[in-house]
């Protein structure tokens, strides 16, 4: 028990002198996830808007097959990505293994089918109601894409923030492809592995503190966003 407040004073230490290790790992972890998460938009969001628009042989497959890939397992998607990267896979001539990139290249695969899904649910309501509307002014396929990226974007945006949430806690990917490197590759959740590994209590909380402000803050802003408080009803 005393190891543990002591820690926890060490933690509220470090975070109050804002230390240059909590901070330079802190950042990181944020260049890292949205950096993944501004990739995985680009490319879950039309192609969420493309399924709730398009009607094709392949459509029920392909988003049963994006329900089923949100509970892919990371550790997994390192080891696809680790393989791909490594010096006998077929992109080993980029060097890419153990760098930031390889992680972003990670993050993005395990959150594309997850803002995919969530954005796609979304889009297919709103696609529902301005289906007649839309149809009727002959608009092309890119113009009602384009309408529903823009008009359902609060709940678009609510999706991408569901996708950082799963990003900022990654631990297993990350630490297949990127290889933990201080100074280098080194994030908030491998850092608390490794920091709680060897004992350092006190780097380890002030990161686990980090790292839970961060995750209020996005379902707060999930809940902000979606308003589900609507004066006195939840």
Known sequence: M????GGLYAAARLLITLDPDLIEIALRSLRVTLSALAIACVIALPLAALL????????RATIAILNALMGLPPVV?????????????????LGLLFTPTAMIIAQVIIIVPLV?????????????????????L?????QRI???LWDGRRSLLTAALA???????????????????????????TAIALETGKGNF??????????????????????????TERGQQW
Do not use: C, K
Request: glycine share 10%; hydrophobic share 55%; no cysteine.
């Open 52 to 59: 709730a628009v398009r009607r094709f042989r392949l459509r």
């Open 163 to 189: 996708g950082f949430g799963r990003a900022i806690g990654e631990v297993g990917a990350i630490m297949v492809v990127g290889g933990n490197i201080d100074h280098a590759t080194r994030v908030m959740t």
């Open 2 to 5: 005393t190891d543990l407040w």
């Open 116 to 136: 995919a899904s969530i954005a796609h649910q979304s889009l297919r309501e709103l696609w529902a109601e301005y289906h007649d509307l839309l149809i009727s």
């Open 202 to 227: 006190a780097l380890a909380l002030g990161l686990g503190f980090v790292l839970i402000a961060l995750a209020i803050a996005v379902n707060l802003a999930i809940h902000w966003l979606s308003r």
């Open 146 to 148: 384009a309408t529903l």
């Open 77 to 93: 998607v390192g080891l696809v990505v680790y393989v791909l990267l490594s010096r006998a896979g077929p992109l080993g001539v």
């Open 138 to 142: 002959d608009t092309t396929q890119r």
